[in-house]
């Protein structure tokens, strides 16, 4: 089993930077892909990132890829989202997610309802 704990959101200008940390606890992290996603109001869950197990392979969700990057210390039981240039909409809950005893192959980590176990969330709002 995977517990997951996020961290690291805020309210911030457009522009700023945030690093959101998601703890996890648990033997099998180091052998999970892991997902950021983030839900807005009144709209679905979306995938925003996911890393493969070894930190190797990473994808990214076209609205945020050359700002946003995924990392992973499978020492610390940590995956990272450092996200720069934020925009109004990135605002958002952002949740952490893991799939465990998977490749990275597919995309099937593109959806939700591939992934095993959740965080409960951080909020991010990017405001001036």
């Known amino acids: 089993q995977v517990q997951l704990v996020e961290s690291g959101g805020g309210l911030v200008q457009p522009g700023d930077s945030l690093r959101l940390s998601c703890a996890a606890s648990?033997?099998?992290?180091?052998?999970?892909?892991m997902g950021w996603f983030r839900q807005a109001p009144g709209k679905e869950r979306e995938f925003v990132a996911a890393?493969?197990?070894?930190?190797?392979?990473?994808d990214y969700a076209d609205s945020v890829k050359g700002r946003f990057t995924i990392s992973r210390d499978n020492a610390k039981n940590t995956v990272f989202l450092q996200m720069n240039s934020l925009k109004p909409d990135d605002t958002a809950v952002y949740y952490c997610?893991?799939?465990?005893?998977?490749?990275?192959?597919?995309?099937?980590?593109?959806?939700?309802?591939?992934?095993?176990?959740w965080g409960q969330g951080t909020q991010v709002t990017v405001a001036s």
């Open positions: 997610a893991a799939v465990t005893n998977r490749g990275f192959s597919g995309s099937y980590y593109y959806s939700p309802k591939e992934y095993n176990y």
């Open positions: 648990g033997r099998t992290f180091s052998s999970s892909t």
């Open positions: 890393i493969s197990w070894s930190g190797g392979s990473t």
